[in-house]
């Protein structure tokens, strides 16, 4: 059997020309995770392809095909997904897209998976070897990921040579918050899902580097946990980098251990600097926490971090791009990061703004946090656009850069590189918003 695995991408992050530059792109573990499900007894050829990276092949020598989908990417793969099935292969779409909207995606495949893949898609190949392939595979109530026995992802099909970094690992998925703009509690619920520590500890140790990535959504969502996680990478002595959510504040011991594992680096969604808006993420409890204070402190343990925060939100209005860029250099935020709010399928904000009118196309293409999808309550489409776009420059001015670096001491050159990479992204975003769609929609909001 020969199974190709491909991850589409949208037109802002595909290969030639798209946006992203190596220094701000790490190896995604889905293939190689999919890749490592196969089982042995298939004998099965497996070809990787990621659009970020690499141009995917007109004419496949694949007998089943694969695709990981995420709303952004959405209508490439079902563009990919007709290509391939009028060439006779069989094509199987999964990922957090399809878990959304099963029904559309079910009428552009030969099958659906929803939900994870753990046991679903080594019982579709078996199904697909015996000729017996069914329509939908979905996700069995009783899932858990603590057991010791899941294969390890096959890094080794992808060259390195494209990546930052291949040392990319999972500990948990989902989070247990349900903000309303997040996909995770209506595509997986509101518990998380852990592997083992000792799974995981292997997993780090047979890849042998010492600077590592966490891609989990919140890492001290469940504190025991967090600290049974942390206490075990002391040994590796590994600088990491993760995701948490600001909540971490709250405990000074467990920040401290998570510096003395060896944590460098935080992703934290900061969402927005307007308490009033942190209401309309269902995010209040960000507003428990002093952001300043918080900063500072991951500063001071030698932390860096990645600060993101949304835009459209329906109690931001005209000052919050500039408040916002302001606040990400007076604090020193090491890498900020700025998305617009996007109504996912099935989220409660897509419910939410579609009952108000106010979702503006449902093209996914242009779901990828960077385009405006719905009309903004307190602005027009082209204020909430150029905004956007205005932080995203300001921020990563070069003076920018020194003085938010020079305020947390980060001057490392991982730093730098990421900077210069955000920089590239920053002064890059307009050659994106050329669709027709977007300048008409833009126009007309202007006019």
């Known amino acids: 059997m020969k199974i190709a695995l491909i991850s589409p991408k949208g037109p802002l992050y595909r290969h030639r020309g798209g946006i992203f530059r190596k220094s701000l792109r790490y190896q995604p573990l889905t293939l190689t995770t999919l890749a490592a499900l196969v089982p042995r007894e298939l004998n099965a050829d497996i070809a990787l392809y990621d659009e970020g990276i690499q141009d995917v092949p007109e004419e496949l020598d694949a007998d089943l095909i694969g695709m990981t989908v995420i709303t952004g990417t959405a209508r490439r793969a079902y563009e990919l997904s007709a290509h391939y099935r009028a060439r006779g292969k069989t094509v199987v779409l999964g990922g957090p897209h399809i878990t959304l909207v099963p029904d559309e995606a079910a009428a552009n495949a030969d099958a659906i998976v929803v939900g994870y893949a753990e046991d679903t898609w080594p019982a579709l190949l078996q199904d697909f070897a015996s000729g017996a392939l069914k329509s939908e595979y979905r996700q069995a109530p009783d899932f858990s990921l603590d057991r010791d026995d899941m294969p390890f992802a096959r890094r080794e099909l992808f060259d390195k040579k494209h990546f930052l970094t291949q040392a990319v690992f999972e500990a948990t998925r989902s989070c247990g918050h349900d903000c309303e703009f997040c996909i995770a509690p209506t595509a997986w619920g509101s518990r998380q899902f852990q592997k083992p520590v000792s799974w995981v500890i292997d997993d780090i140790r047979r890849v042998g580097q010492k600077r590592i990535l966490f891609i989990d959504l919140n890492l001290v969502a469940d504190k025991a946990y967090a600290r049974e996680l942390f206490t075990a990478l002391i040994p590796l002595k590994v600088r990491w980098f993760g995701l948490s959510t600001v909540l971490i504040a709250h405990d000074r011991d467990l920040m401290e251990l998570m510096a003395r594992s060896g944590c460098r680096g935080l992703l934290l969604g900061l969402e927005t600097i307007t308490p009033a808006s942190l209401a309309d993420a269902n995010k209040r409890f960000n507003g428990s926490v002093d952001y300043r204070t918080l900063i500072a402190d991951l500063h001071d343990l030698g932390i860096a971090m990645q600060g993101c925060f949304v835009f459209g939100l329906d109690h931001d209005h005209l000052d919050v791009f500039e408040m916002t860029a ?122």
Request: charged share 20%; proline share 5%; hydrophobic share 40%.
């Open 326 to 447: 302001d606040f990400a250099i007076d604090t020193g935020i090491d890498l900020p990061r700025f998305a617009i709010v996007t109504p996912f399928p099935g989220t409660p904000l897509h419910t939410r703004l579609a009952s108000q009118g106010r979702i503006l196309t449902r093209n996914w293409e242009l779901y990828d946090g960077q385009h405006v999808v719905f009309q903004p309550l307190n602005m027009s489409v082209q204020e909430l656009a150029a905004g956007h776009e205005r932080a995203w420059k300001k921020v990563y001015r070069y003076r920018s850069i020194v003085s938010r670096l020079w305020k947390a001491s980060a001057f490392e050159p991982l730093g730098i590189a990421a900077n210069l990479g955000y920089r590239f992204y920053a002064h890059h975003l307009q050659r994106f918003y050329n669709c027709d769609w977007h300048m008409s929609l833009v126009a007309r909001s202007a006019g």
